[in-house]
């Protein structure tokens, strides 16, 4: 087979069809919102494995991922640029598990660290500047010949979807719940709060510190401030109080914060699962399909080593 048709067109849909078109692949893209509407388009996205599993596997994917956006870094329209990330810790940091896929790791110097904490890691990373990012996505698998389409009346089954000659590639993060009948996929809500950037170039996370979960993810007219990571709660609402929230940590975090100027608030749904499932499989009508979704926190971060992957199964049907 040398057509494919992906469900979903969030990041992890996109860079799979991409992957796919650039190899030869005949593919078009179907999903119930297509970019700008979609969860990637408001994520405060850099490269960094967050709440997702299995870690070797994870390894391998976001190695290719960091060295991809490296190299996408000389394209000025992809939206793509590096910055320092520093993971604050209240005691002493062991070292991460992805430590091997970054280039420049060091442990912070007393003096960078805000008051409370004991330790903390300095890395560069990429930034993903993602309503840039996804526009040239969504450009770059048109312009290789792939097809969108708006679905109309939300899925109920992958059965029937695809052609007898395309291979179905499932990407559709939490609809895998219903679709695959999957109780291992579940949501982890994020709630952002978007203000002005007062001159800030680093970003700050604090995971689980004292002010954890708190993060300042600087762009380039603004900062993503958060968060929550809420297992199993489905609402989309803005709450106003955790808007408060996020707004008081950050500010401890990053004193000039408090002069920032609130923009807008957003509510995500990050596509947990106790482990991503990226395999070959069958639709319950027998027809090849590969998995790809429960990416958690960490669809960018993971997106292009896993769409090569797709690839390599994508081969071999």
């Known amino acids: 087979m040398n057509k494919a048709l992906v469900v979903g067109a969030g990041v992890v849909g996109l860079t799979s069809g991409i992957r796919l078109l650039e190899d030869g692949f005949t593919v078009r893209i179907i999903a119930a919102s297509l970019p700008p509407d979609t969860t990637s388009n408001v994520a405060p996205a850099y490269w960094y494995p967050y709440r997702v599993f299995p870690e070797d596997r994870v390894l391998a994917w976001a190695t290719v991922s960091y060295k991809t956006y490296t ?10 640029d590096a910055f320092e990330l520093l993971k604050l810790f209240d005691k002493a940091a062991e070292e991460p598990f992805w430590k091997p896929a970054v280039k420049s790791y060091r442990h912070a110097r007393p003096d960078e660290l ?5 330790d903390g890691f300095v890395v560069e990373v990429p930034r993903i500047e993602t309503p840039v990012y996804m526009r040239y996505l969504v450009g770059r698998f048109k312009e290789s010949g792939g ?80 968060g929550t990571a809420e297992e199993n709660n489905w609402s989309l609402d803005v709450d106003p109080e955790t808007a408060a929230e996020i707004l008081r940590k950050c500010a401890i975090l990053e004193p000039r914060i408090k002069d920032a100027e609130v923009l807008g608030h957003s509510v995500g749904l990050r596509p947990g699962r106790t482990e991503v499932r990226l395999e070959k499989g069958e639709t319950s009508d027998g027809h090849p399909v590969i998995h790809n979704y429960g990416h958690g926190g960490g669809g960018f971060t993971l997106s292009w080593g896993c769409a090569g992957e797709v690839l390599e199964i994508a081969r071999g049907i």
């Open 147 to 226: 097809r969108m389409e708006k679905l109309e009346a939300e899925l109920e089954s992958l059965d029937g979807l695809a052609a007898e000659d395309e291979i179905l590639v499932n990407c559709t993060g939490l609809g895998s719940r219903k679709l695959c009948g999957d109780e291992n996929v579940y949501p982890i809500r994020g709630q952002l709060v978007r203000v002005s950037n007062p001159g800030l170039t680093k970003c700050l996370s604090d995971e689980s510190g004292p002010l954890g979960l708190s993060y300042i993810v600087p762009r380039y007219k603004d900062c993503i401030l958060g």
């Open 71 to 80: 190299d996408l870094r000389r394209v000025p329209e992809s939206g793509i």
């Open 114 to 118: 805000p008051e409370g904490y004991k």
